[in-house]
């Protein structure tokens, strides 16, 4: 991993997601861009359009920001840059380009919500970024602090793009000598639901063959609910998904929101994208 970028607005939010992303840049010895995108609050003129003065508000952002930079790059001894993109016509647009032009390894990503689930996973600049961009995005709740990743879950649902997936994740967590646990949730418990989970789990470590590995099942009838459940009893660091899985997760978590059931997110995940749509299923 060589790029890792992070959206910042100066937020309490958007801070802590910088110092997630500067301790992995640090770890990687990657170089950490901070991306701002810049909003005018006159009639939504991007600043090219607005008729030069000296001591613009825009021109303090740009001290403001490179202030930042720089405390970020003498706190934690990594290379730090800076980008400002206009705001047009959306947030999830301009990041969404940068994002793709920057040739970046990782979106880090900060997200409100520590309280309210519905936050965390249905924000829109979240949802709106990941349509939009190709590249990881890790997203880091609000009061959460980076830990070395000794336990990462990989929830799956019997995808066949799984494996290539698995051998990205194994090789992303390597340094950090990471366990991964696979993680499936059936929603019943029967011969047929345990005989499925064996021939994947054979399946997988025949083709991954990776000491880091291990598969675990939980029994929910609620997918999310239970992927949550067992981060929290595992006290895992990291939950991985793949973008298709992120929209079934997202789905499952606004059923629950209307029936008055509350979550805190309390661990970042990581939403990658896979090889294909991911309609191949293991039989």
Same mark, same amino acid.
């Given at each position: 991993?060589?790029?890792?970028?992070?959206?910042?607005?100066?937020?309490?939010?958007?801070?802590?997601?910088?110092?997630?992303?500067?301790?992995?840049?640090?770890?990687?010895?990657?170089?950490?861009?901070?991306?701002?995108?810049? *909003? %005018?609050?006159?009639?939504?003129?991007?600043?090219? /359009? @607005?008729?030069?003065?000296? !001591?613009? =508000?825009?021109?303090? &952002?740009?001290?403001?920001?490179?202030?930042?930079?720089?405390?970020?790059?003498?706190?934690?001894?990594?290379?730090?840059?800076?980008?400002?993109?206009?705001?047009?016509?959306?947030?999830?647009?301009?990041?969404?380009?940068?994002?793709?032009?920057?040739?970046?390894?990782?979106?880090?990503?900060?997200?409100?919500?520590?309280?309210?689930?519905?936050?965390?996973?249905?924000?829109?600049?979240?949802?709106?970024?990941?349509?939009?961009?190709?590249?990881?995005?890790?997203?880091?709740?609000?009061?959460?602090?980076?830990?070395?990743?000794?336990?990462?879950?990989?929830?799956?649902?019997?995808?066949? *793009? %799984?494996?290539?997936?698995?051998?990205?994740?194994? /090789? @992303?967590?390597?340094?950090? !000598?990471? =366990?991964?646990?696979? &993680?499936?949730?059936?929603?019943?418990?029967?011969?047929?639901?345990?005989?499925?989970?064996?021939?994947?789990?054979?399946?997988?470590?025949?083709?991954?063959?990776?000491?880091?590995?291990?598969?675990?099942?939980?029994?929910?009838?609620?997918?999310?609910?239970?992927?949550?459940?067992?981060?929290?009893?595992?006290?895992?660091?990291?939950?991985?998904?793949?973008?298709?899985?992120?929209?079934?997760?997202?789905?499952?978590?606004?059923?629950?929101?209307?029936?008055?059931?509350?979550?805190?997110?309390?661990?970042?995940?990581?939403?990658?994208?896979?090889?294909?749509?991911?309609?191949?299923?293991?039989?």
């Amino acid at each position: 991993m060589k790029k890792i970028v992070c959206p910042v607005d100066f937020s309490e939010v958007a801070n802590n997601a910088v110092e997630y992303a500067a301790n992995l840049a640090q770890h990687y010895k990657a170089k950490l861009t901070l991306l701002h995108i810049a *909003e %005018d609050p006159e009639n939504g003129k991007t600043r090219d /359009e @607005l008729p030069p003065t000296p !001591n613009t =508000q825009f021109d303090l &952002l740009l001290d403001n920001i490179e202030q930042y930079r720089e405390m970020v790059e003498e706190n934690f001894a990594i290379d730090c840059e800076t980008r400002v993109k206009d705001f047009t016509p959306t947030v999830e647009n301009a990041l969404g380009e940068e994002i793709e032009n920057g040739n970046y390894d990782l979106v880090v990503m900060g997200t409100g919500g520590t309280r309210e689930i519905s936050q965390f996973f249905l924000g829109t600049h979240t949802s709106g970024l990941i349509r939009k961009t190709s590249c990881p995005l890790l997203i880091v709740p609000a009061g959460c602090s980076f830990n070395q990743l000794a336990n990462v879950v990989y929830a799956s649902d019997y995808k066949t *793009e %799984d494996v290539d997936a698995l051998q990205d994740l194994v /090789e @992303l967590t390597k340094e950090f !000598n990471s =366990q991964i646990t696979v &993680l499936h949730v059936s929603e019943k418990e029967t011969d047929t639901s345990r005989e499925i989970f064996d021939s994947f789990k054979d399946l997988y470590q025949d083709k991954l063959r990776s000491s880091e590995l291990e598969f675990k099942r939980a029994i929910s009838q609620n997918v999310a609910k239970g992927i949550d459940s067992y981060m929290r009893e595992s006290k895992a660091e990291l939950l991985v998904l793949l973008t298709s899985r992120y929209s079934f997760f997202k789905k499952l978590f606004h059923e629950s929101i209307s029936k008055n059931m509350s979550f805190v997110a309390s661990y970042p995940v990581l939403i990658s994208h896979g090889t294909d749509d991911g309609s191949s299923e293991i039989d």
